[in-house]
Structures are given as structure tokens and as C-alpha cells.
């Protein structure tokens, strides 16, 4: 389980802000004065659960902000502020703008601007696959998991629906068009939820395509089968035409799945703009714990959370140092969502069924599944070292990543959830990894820790999607 049930956050937040956290009483002030000029940031704010809206508002307004959402239920809201002193104004610990940060970063940084998507491009490139009549030949990771064997005998309930909270899934895809509900589906890019389809479908990433396919694609006249053809796709964008996943956007997503209540979501990402999250850093701390209230949450009203472990090839717990930002990493921080309790840790593998070498690692892995490796390649016509899925313009092609591995394992989440209707995601969660097949350390030891059933490379083992139906 990850390292972020030790930590007291709520208890470390709330001291930080003092008496400051709930919101000033609604009291004669004068007028602020403030900025008209500068260019609006959102940020996610800070108060005690329940808090009433109408004082989120009075606060927001008497220091130059302005309410874009508010989650009353986790005390989460997002505003937006033209001024730069709107953090200091709020509290450091109780205010954080992404956005900010990647346009004015705290210390110069080649990369702090760049995003989940982006810095592991290397790995989760499209390389386009050539029509043919028949692909399924080239499925291999999918026969890596018996995910066509499990078809054999059920592909899932319509009565399941996974939120992919990802960059946005191609309606048109003959593929996904089935499977993809637009009445669930929803933009979260300025932290409150968009139903409207130019909001929540793809725009300058076919990397939610990709994803979905793994999960609920079917097209019968080209051969390609995902894992649980038969559920449902919710489309819940939390990727900007940046490739940024800003804090906002991700509780946003976490919240709309909990409104909906799917049994399972999918998070191929990193929250932007940093890679780790601390919860004693100013800002840092704000952004933690408004995540870990909605994936908290969301978990309490029944969804599952799957998540990718990472592209960067390290255990995050012995990292002291975040790549993407100039700040120290000790145990009170994590890469967000996947260090927060409940939350499904997928790492990845090759074709040969090791770990795949870019994969992160760790004692937080929950599972592994296929993400593919080119150094691990098929036999010739089996396909590429890379798992193949649905991309833009009803095409199909390959990528390389734990953004692939995850999907691997939230579709068979949904064989699972499709099988024992309401279970709650603890037993969902027991089930994935209970069901998985071991996977031993071998050769990879010492740096792989752990013995067979639970280690450090793989997790409890490689998830088995016939296990889920039979």
C-alpha cells in the first residue's frame, strides 16, 4: 500500500493554515483593489469540508479571486485570480496554481515545463500500424493476459462504465463509438466539469484513444478486441493542448467519477507541473492534499482507481530530488495519484515478460501488465515490442509506456466489476491482485526486492483477465 497512509496530512495542512482555513466570516471590508491587467491563473483552494459556498465566495472576492468550482464534500474549491500575490493572499499551504508554475517557474528549470506526456515521449510515441484485414495477430499483449480467452466467456457488463481520465477519446473510432458515452463524459480542464463534446473529446493527443481501445475496443471487421469490449467508456479530459495534467483538472476528473460513480477509472499520468508533490512545501502542500481529498472521496463512493507507476526507470521512494523542479523529495512526497492509498500502482512489462526497462518501480507497485519494451520484441507478424491500440482517424498503432501497462489493468478491473456487481473497490482491488500470476524476481534481484507473490518489479504478478470471469 503506498507510503501516504503514514502521513497525517490533513493534520499537517490544517496546522499549517491555522486559523486562516475556514473561510472569513462575511464582515464589512472594504473593496480590494485588484489586478485587471495580468493574465488569470486557476488555482486549487483550501477549506474545511462543507464549508458553506456563499463564504468560499466572500473570501474568494475580498482577495481578488474568483470561484470557478467548488466541491463542497472534500472542501476543494478553484478559483481563478488575476493577481500575483493571490497564494500569498489565500496561504501558501492552502493555495496552489500549476498553471503558475509552468508559466512562472520558481527557479529556471529546462524542464519544469514540460508535461507527463511529454517528458516520456521517448516511450509513448505513435508509431501507425498498416491496415490490414485481421490484427489480431498482432494483439500479443493481449494474449500475455488471456484477455481472449476471458472474451470467450464474458466481455463485461454495459452496466460498468470506466472513466478514462485522460486527454480525450476519438468518438468517430469504429473501435470505441459502442463502447463511448457521451452522456458521462465530461472537460475538466478548468477544474469544473464540461459536458459539452468539443469539451471532453481529443484534440492534440491521441494518447486517451490509445488507452481506451486497450480497455473496451472492438472492431470485429479489422480483428482488434480490447479487454472488456462489452462496458462502458466515459471520456472525462483532464489533459490541456498542452499536455499538461493540472491539479485542477485531475480533482475535477476524481470528482465526476465519484458523481457517476464508475466502478473503475484509469489515470495514465503524472499531476504537471512538478513529478513529485510534497506535503510539508508550501504550494506542494495544497495541491497534495486537494488530490488526496478527491481520490479519497471518489473511492469512498465506489470507484477503483488504476494507475500508472511511471516512465522515469527508478523507485520513487529512494529519490531525493524531483526532476522536473528544483525541490528536495523526502517521504512526505509522492508522484500524484498513484501515491494515494487506494489507488491500483501498475508498472510495466516487455514481451518476454520482464520488467520493461523504462518502468518505474517500488514497494507501492500493486500489479504489472503489458506496456511494452523495444528491446523485447515478437516474433516476426506477432507485432511490435509495443502494444498496439486505437489512435486518431480510425487508425490503430503502438505505444510504449506504463500509460499502456495501466489500461491492461483497468480493463480487467472491469471484467471484475462486471462479475460481482457492486463489490467495493478494496475487494475489486484484493481480487486484481489475488488473481494476478506471480512473477519471481530472478536475475533482476537485489534490485528487485521481494519474493514471488509481492515485489518490488512486479507487484503482486502480471493481472490474469480469465481468472476475472471465470
Known amino acids: 500500500m503506498s507510503r501516504i497512509r503514514r502521513l497525517l496530512v490533513p493534520a499537517l495542512v490544517a496546522a499549517a493554515a491555522g486559523s486562516v482555513f475556514a473561510a472569513p466570516s462575511a464582515s464589512a471590508a472594504p473593496a480590494p483593489q485588484c489586478d485587471t491587467a495580468s493574465a488569470p491563473f486557476n488555482y486549487v483552494v483550501l477549506y474545511n469540508p462543507r464549508t458553506p459556498e456563499r463564504k468560499v465566495d466572500t473570501e474568494l472576492r475580498a482577495k481578488c479571486g474568483e470561484k470557478v468550482a467548488y466541491y463542497p464534500e472534500i472542501g476543494v474549491a478553484v478559483a481563478t485570480s488575476r493577481n500575483a500575490d493571490f497564494q ?52 500479443w499483449d493481449m494474449r500475455a493476459i488471456q484477455a481472449p480467452e476471458a472474451n470467450k466467456v464474458s466481455g463485461g457488463s454495459r452496466s460498468v462504465t470506466v472513466g478514462v481520465l485522460d486527454s480525450g477519446i476519438e468518438p468517430t473510432h469504429p473501435a470505441l463509438k459502442a463502447a463511448l458515452d457521451p452522456k458521462t463524459s465530461a472537460g475538466c480542464n478548468t477544474g469544473a466539469p464540461d459536458t459539452t463534446p468539443a469539451a471532453w473529446a481529443p484534440t492534440t493527443s491521441d494518447h486517451g484513444t490509445h488507452v481506451a481501445g486497450t480497455i473496451a475496443g472492438k472492431d470485429t471487421a479489422r480483428g482488434f478486441t480490447g479487454i472488456a469490449p462489452g462496458v462502458k ?191 467495493p473497490p478494496v475487494a475489486l482491488r484484493w481480487l486484481l491482485e489475488h488473481q494476478a500470476d506471480t512473477i519471481a524476481c530472478g536475475t533482476a534481484a537485489p534490485v528487485c526486492e521481494g519474493p514471488a507473490k509481492d515485489n518490488s518489479y512486479y507487484g503482486h504478478g502480471r493481472v490474469n483477465a480469465l481468472d476475472a470471469v471465470k
Not at 508559466?103 to 529556471?108: G, I, K, M, S, T
Not at 529546462?110 to 494483439?139: G, I, P, Y
Not at 510495466?348 to 520482464?354: H, K, L, N, R
Request: proline share 7%.
Open 88 to 139: 500569498a493572499k489565500i496561504g501558501v499551504f492552502r493555495a496552489y496554481s500549476g498553471g503558475r508554475d509552468v508559466a512562472f517557474p520558481p527557479a529556471a528549470s529546462a524542464r519544469s515545463t514540460r508535461s507527463a506526456v511529454v517528458d516520456t515521449k521517448e516511450n509513448e510515441e505513435t508509431t501507425s500500424v498498416a491496415a490490414e484485414e485481421d490484427l489480431s495477430a498482432q494483439q
Open 233 to 423: 467508456l466515459a471520456s472525462v479530459k483532464v489533459v490541456n493542448d498542452d499536455g499538461l495534467i493540472l491539479p485542477e483538472a485531475a480533482v475535477c476528473g476524481f470528482m465526476w467519477a465519484a458523481k457517476h460513480r464508475f466502478p473503475v477509472t484509469n489515470n495514465s499520468y503524472y499531476i504537471d507541473p512538478g513529478m513529485f508533490y510534497c506535503s510539508k512545501e508550501p504550494g506542494d502542500a495544497a495541491a497534495f492534499e486537494a488530490v488526496r481529498r478527491a481520490v479519497t472521496y471518489s473511492t469512498g463512493r465506489g470507484v477503483l482507481n488504476v494507475a500508472a507507476a511511471g516512465n522515469s526507470g527508478f523507485d520513487p521512494d529512494k529519490q531525493t530530488v524531483d526532476p522536473n523542479r528544483p525541490h528536495p523529495v523526502d517521504k512526505s512526497c509522492g508522484i500524484l495519484p498513484k501515491a494515494i492509498d487506494g489507488v491500483v500502482n501498475v508498472s510495466a512489462i516487455g514481451y518476454a515478460g520482464s520488467k520493461s526497462s523504462y518502468s518505474n518501480y517500488g514497494n507501492d507497485v500493486s500489479v504489472t501488465a503489458p506496456g511494452g519494451d523495444r528491446a523485447q520484441l515478437p516474433p516476426t507478424g506477432q507485432g511490435a515490442g509495443c502494444p498496439l491500440s486505437t489512435i486518431f482517424n480510425g487508425a490503430y498503432g503502438t505505444k510504449c509506456g506504463t500509460s499502456m501497462a495501466s489500461p491492461h489493468a483497468a480493463g480487467v478491473a472491469a471484467l471484475l466489476a462486471s462479475r460481482y456487481r457492486h463489490a
